[in-house]
């Protein structure tokens, strides 16, 4: 794992069409812009692996159309503010 220092509004590049920007630090809580292309999903890690879950009890033929996403599971892109985000 590559640990990196940021300070707000630095970022980092992944490739060359994924970037990863601070956008606010306040006490425990850090948020982050990603700016990556359509092609390639982000999500947060318990929504990956809530949608993980649901493709294998697809693929076993066990799926539950109707179970609810967790409360703050959405995912929703932040207003463009400056361009990037």
């Known amino acids: ?22 956008i606010d630090i306040r006490q425990n809580q850090v948020k982050v812009g990603i700016t990556a292309p359509t092609s390639i999903p982000v999500h947060r890690r318990e929504v990956y692996e809530r949608i993980k879950a649901q493709e294998a009890a697809a693929a076993a033929g066990n ?4 179970q609810p996403v967790p409360a703050g599971a959405s995912e ?10």
């Open 63 to 66: 799926a539950d159309e109707d």
């Open 76 to 85: 929703e892109k932040a207003e463009e503010d400056d361009g990037l985000f």
């Open 1 to 22: 794992m590559l640990v990196v220092s940021r300070r707000r509004n630095e970022s980092i590049m992944i490739s060359d069409n994924v970037e990863v920007k601070i």
